[in-house]
């Protein structure tokens, strides 16, 4: 019994000696609060315009997708099979309509000798 009251003794001298040191930290946190508060109150804030929301994000490649050998290949996909190829996108399925399969459009003579070359594989 005489040790239980002895390590009660000295918890109590360790408290009491670590009370002044918690209470000066809290003292010097208590004034970095208070002038944190009063910084920060709205008359005080910085004049800057809101951020603007970010812009979304497009993830489309860039740039030339397929080789001269590889639009060759899709047109000539289209002229034989009446559909166009899974997994070509509806712009650029748009895109080949536009410039290779209408009459008049910027590269419709390279159509028409992809179809000659076609029908002469045939015969």
């Known amino acids: 019994m005489p040790f239980a009251i002895a390590s009660v003794a ?3 001298k360790n408290q009491s000696a670590e009370q002044p040191a918690v209470e000066a930290i809290a003292q010097v946190l208590g004034e970095k609060k208070s002038n944190e508060k009063s910084n920060r109150h709205l008359i005080f804030l910085p004049d800057k315009p809101a951020p603007l929301a970010d812009l979304p994000k497009f993830f489309k490649k860039v740039g030339r997708q397929r080789t001269n050998e590889k ?6 996909y289209r002229l ?3 559909q166009w190829p899974h997994g070509l996108s509806d712009y650029m399925q748009w895109y080949y309509d536009t410039y290779y399969m209408k ?3 910027k590269n419709y003579a390279r159509t028409l000798q992809w179809r000659n070359e076609l029908t002469q594989k045939i015969k």
Request: hydrophobic share 40%; glycine share 6%.
């Open 10 to 12: 000295n918890e109590a």
């Open 103 to 105: 009459k008049g459009a």
């Open 71 to 76: 639009v060759r290949q899709v047109i000539v």
């Open 80 to 82: 034989t099979r009446k």
